[in-house]
């Protein structure tokens, strides 16, 4: 069966390597401009990070809805978070490393406090439609990495509510990214 637009969604669920090669062939342009903008001063990481990304496409297609999102969209968002997870990494990693084996940057702003600074960005953008004490717990979670029983001890929260509010946050969080793809939020300033 030939892979076309019209079904290699459902090919890939089937689990067809060949519309995996189809999303390559018409889609890997979305990927590689999202993760060169994220991934600017990384391009280290840049491959195993377009291969990421493949494989959460591949591993996560039926979780992809038409009438959510483009599937442009959808695989853009994928590489968002992904160069994002590998801008963390490369983080961590810098403060494990010996200083011999670190690379220096000619530039007046070390390239830590730059990515640093553009994920602060990033976060702040995908959290912008939460309540201030939400937006601490996410934090915790997702980006200090803090498991559910020290944050219960920071808020004062008892791990049901924060898992109730981990939930509705999630869903404000997708709720509010397809308003802003279908243009609903054009003057809006994070």
């Known amino acids: 069966m030939a892979i076309t637009e019209e079904n290699f969604v459902k090919e ?106 553009e994920i602060n960005i990033e976060i702040r953008k995908m959290l912008h439609c939460l309540s201030n004490e939400d937006k601490k717990i996410f934090k915790q979670l997702y980006f200090e990495e803090k498991n559910m029983d020290e944050i219960s001890v920071n808020t004062g929260l008892s791990k049901p509510v924060l898992y109730n509010r981990l939930s509705r946050g999630r869903k404000k969080i997708r709720e509010h990214s397809y308003i802003k793809r279908k243009g609903g939020y054009n003057n809006e300033k994070t």
């Open 12 to 117: 890939m669920i089937d689990g067809n390597e060949k519309a995996l090669d189809y999303v390559i062939n018409n889609y890997a342009w979305i990927l590689k401009t999202v993760l060169k903008k994220h991934l600017f001063y990384l391009m280290d990481y840049y491959d195993e990070c377009m291969n990421d990304c493949l494989l959460a496409i591949w591993e996560n297609i039926e979780n992809y809805d038409s009438n959510r999102s483009s599937f442009k969209n959808w695989i853009g968002g994928i590489a968002k978070y992904k160069s994002i997870d590998y801008t963390r990494k490369y983080l961590k990693d810098l403060n494990n490393r010996n200083i011999e084996d670190v690379r220096i940057f000619d530039t007046e702003t070390p390239l830590e406090e730059i990515l640093t600074k």
